[in-house]
């Protein structure tokens, strides 16, 4: 069983767009993120979320929105896609508490045409 | 949260060889964790390493701490082809979140 699924892999849209990218774990953990990989491949991460708390990086514009149903999902909403939205997102999760390692999705790369 | 610089940025070594990579930080950590990401693959945890250790191993893998230089190592003994990656390390405190620097990239030769 994949630890952190995210879905769809691949997304391709057009500007103006709005898009949503699913992500789920099953491994119990209370802390989820998302990172964006860039062109030059530097990871940034965007959010970090648990049930208590939404920490949003000041430099996400707020186009981006996590919507997390449970402490098992977070998925990623954008609105009006944008040339420069084209990355590689990737979703992770952790044990926030125990100072663990993260568990990372494989990624979805989207394409913004 | 706080970003570690790796060093160096690129490394080649022959297949076979070890590999040494570097990580520096700026303040009190809890932990150091060391990650792995293929070409076009989601990072893969590999080591984690407490404030209290001063070296742990995995595998080929050795992993080394000094608070006092805030300074950890990454050793890959006995390269292999699909050692081939980015390395990238995470300094944390708890309740940290990872801050990814630029990692080093590791070409592995045949």
């Known amino acids: 069983d994949t630890a952190v699924s995210q879905t769809p892999k691949y997304l391709v849209t057009q500007m103006g767009n709005d898009k949503s990218i699913k992500c789920e774990q099953n491994l119990g953990h209370d802390t989820m993120y998302w990172y964006k990989q860039d062109s030059k491949k530097f990871l940034k991460i965007m959010f970090s979320y648990n049930n208590k708390e939404l920490i949003i990086n000041e430099t996400v514009p707020n186009r981006f929105s996590p919507k997390s149903p449970d402490k098992a999902h977070l998925n990623l909403h954008i609105n009006s896609l944008e040339l420069g939205d084209s990355a590689v997102y990737f979703c992770?999760?952790?044990?926030?508490?125990?100072?663990?390692?993260?568990?990372f999705g494989s990624g979805t790369r989207l394409t913004v045409v | 949260s706080q970003q570690g610089e790796e060093d160096p940025q690129a490394l080649s070594i022959q297949e076979g060889e070890n590999a040494t990579m570097n990580c520096s930080y700026k303040?009190?950590?809890?932990?150091l964790q060391w990650y792995r990401q293929n070409s076009g693959r989601g990072l893969v945890h590999l080591i984690l390493i407490r404030s209290n250790e001063r070296e742990k191993h995995s595998g080929r893998l050795r992993v080394t701490l000094d608070t006092s230089k805030k300074s950890s190592s990454l050793l890959i003994t006995a390269s292999r082809a699909a050692d081939t990656a980015s390395y990238f390390c995470?300094?944390?405190?708890?309740?940290?979140?990872?801050?990814f620097g630029k990692g080093t990239r590791l070409h592995i030769l045949p």
């Open positions: 995470a300094p944390l405190n708890r309740d940290d979140k990872i801050i």
């Open positions: 992770a999760s952790s044990q926030g508490a125990r100072g663990g390692g993260y568990t």
């Open positions: 303040t009190s950590i809890n932990n």
